[in-house]
């Protein structure tokens, strides 16, 4: 049998399209459901931190506490490392991990917290099992995840039904659920986690700066990131396909009138003492 974490493959990889999402990340845009639970004393887990930005925002509301990020990949904790010395936090740390068997004790944080990760993961009920072990009673676990079926544009740009259909179909094969919103609920229940709180949230891009940053990145994502080598790859989508489908995200970000909503689905669930 493989390993948990060998059942899954990031999808998206670290290409610089990713990165330009990922940095545009804050605690405010990506973890406000979270926000009114934290003390300045707390010890967090930041699982699947990628640059560090939302960690590095979490460590700036705990000035007496400590935040640990953790990623599955080596290489994108130095960007984290460089995010977190430009802003002079000393109570942030760094390291590699395995959502699904984490390198923690019991009862280590008061909160372990994961944005956009469970959507990837080849478990993502033993994931919060882990997150479950490692979270002191009284604690939180916090997760924010998208839901991909759930997004919705206007206007009805030629191709972009064809991309949600293409990034479904390379997501699955990965081994990971883009639509994992939706489940976050019933994973944790699974889990055997209790007291949970579920909610939503959206991002949405309607201004002609988000229009463009949004649609850009998305047209380069597809034409030269991981994702784009494994649609090909896996035999998903020609060259030509993905061609098309940059065009179409290009396309609706000239588009005046153009409008993107990305549905999250959130859980705060807290431990029992």
Not at 243 to 250: C, K, L, Q
């Amino acid at each position: 049998m493989p390993k948990a974490q060998e059942t899954a493959v990031y999808t998206h990889g670290h290409h610089e399209s990713v990165l330009r999402s990922h940095t545009w990340r804050t605690a405010e845009n990506s973890a406000a459901y979270l926000l009114g639970s934290l003390k300045p004393h707390m010890r967090i887990l930041d699982i699947g931190c990628g640059p560090g930005t939302i960690t590095a925002d979490l460590a700036e509301r705990v000035p007496d506490g400590h935040v640990t990020g953790v990623d599955h990949a080596p290489g994108v904790l130095e960007q984290a490392r460089a995010t977190a010395a430009a802003r002079g936090l000393a109570n942030v740390d760094f390291a590699v991990a395995d959502v699904h068997a984490l390198d923690h004790p019991d009862d280590t944080f008061c909160v372990v917290h994961a944005h956009q990760v469970l959507q990837h993961v080849g478990d993502p009920v033993q994931a919060l099992r882990e997150m479950h072990r490692v979270t002191r009673p009284g604690g939180f676990i916090a997760v924010r995840d998208a839901d991909y079926a759930a997004m919705t544009w206007y206007p009805a740009v030629p191709g972009l039904e064809d991309w949600l259909d293409l990034y479904g179909r390379v997501a699955r094969a990965n081994g990971g659920e883009p639509d994992a919103g939706r489940r976050l609920k019933a994973w944790a229940l699974a889990a055997g986690l209790r007291d949970v709180t579920a909610t939503s949230s959206t991002w949405t891009f309607a201004t002609p700066a988000e229009r463009a940053w949004w649609s850009g990145l998305w047209a380069d994502r597809t034409l030269a990131s991981a994702y784009a080598d494994r649609a090909t790859e896996g035999g998903h989508a020609t060259p030509e396909q993905l061609r098309a489908v940059s065009e179409a995200w290009r396309a609706w970000g000239r588009r005046e009138d153009g409008w993107f909503a990305v549905l999250h689905g959130e859980i705060l669930c807290r431990k029992e003492v």
